[in-house]
């Protein structure tokens, strides 16, 4: 193996049909700085000039100017519109289901049914107000933009309170056309399960919205437009033509 991994072959020299058109991203990227330098971290070292990104600058702490901005209260109407269709969605396919009185799989969507509602509506708020108000649609999400100064403290508390007004309206809308039964099953509120504590409530809810507000902070990333964050592409090209030997036995390339 070692023999002849050493001598590398044509398929070894040349980059793979895929990897077409990305060689000048990869000399650009990866190849424009030492190797001493981690690939995917690059980017982030010598001066600001050398950055192929633009980071935000911080958000001001109060913003008076926004309050005289109709994209401010554009943006708040948003919040409140999609905060409000997620809970109406959703809450009744909660509805629909925990009140199934046949009990049959096949009457109701299923527990399947309401991670999609859930899922999908999501899904389809934040595509829809994302170039208007970044599709928050969570207060916990606002909280944590606002704690990295992504935006300010007027914007965050408008949209809390937004959020928190479309919340309401939507479950209201629910009780007001199913109200037997939206009483009846208390709203479709979570409660522990049988055999765990609140503390082990509190925990998974703890952890749900890190990730959560973990996953919006990595998809909102300036770092992630850089080409030196392309860490599949360079790592296969530096590792197929520098070192042949490496790419054999981890599987990069036939022998």
Not at 25 to 35: F, H, I, K, P, Q
Not at 196 to 203: A, P, R, V
Request: aromatic residues 10%; contains cysteine.
């Amino acid at each position: 193996i070692i023999s002849s991994a050493s001598q590398p072959s044509q398929e070894l020299s040349e980059a793979p049909p895929a990897m077409e058109g990305k060689e000048e991203d990869v000399r650009l990227g990866a190849n424009r700085y030492s190797e001493r330098q981690p690939i995917g971290t690059a980017a982030q070292g010598g001066g600001a000039d050398e950055k192929d990104y633009k980071e935000p600058p911080p958000a001001p702490l109060f913003e008076a100017e926004e309050l005289t901005s109709w994209s401010f209260y554009r943006a708040g109407i948003a919040e409140f519109l999609a905060t409000f269709l997620f809970l109406y969605i959703s809450v009744l396919t909660v509805m629909g289901v925990v009140g199934n009185p046949s009990g049959s799989k096949c009457g109701t969507v299923g527990i399947q049914g309401i991670a999609w509602s859930f899922g999908g509506m999501i899904f389809v708020l934040v595509y829809c107000t994302a170039g208007i108000s970044g599709g928050h649609i969570n207060p916990a999400v606002t909280f944590g933009l606002f704690l990295a100064r992504k935006l300010s403290l007027t914007r965050a508390v408008f949209y809390m309170v937004m959020q928190c007004l479309g919340a309401i309206c939507g479950a209201g809308v629910v009780k007001g056309f199913q109200t037997t039964l939206y009483q009846g099953n208390g709203g479709g509120a979570n409660s522990v399960a049988p055999g765990y504590t609140k503390g082990d409530g509190l925990g998974a809810e703890i952890v749900g919205t890190f990730v959560l507000v973990y996953t919006v902070f990595s998809a909102t990333d300036a770092k992630r437009s850089a080409r030196d964050s392309h860490v599949p592409v360079s790592t296969y090209v530096h590792t197929v033509h520098r070192w042949p030997a490496a790419a054999t036995v981890f599987g990069f390339v036939n022998d």
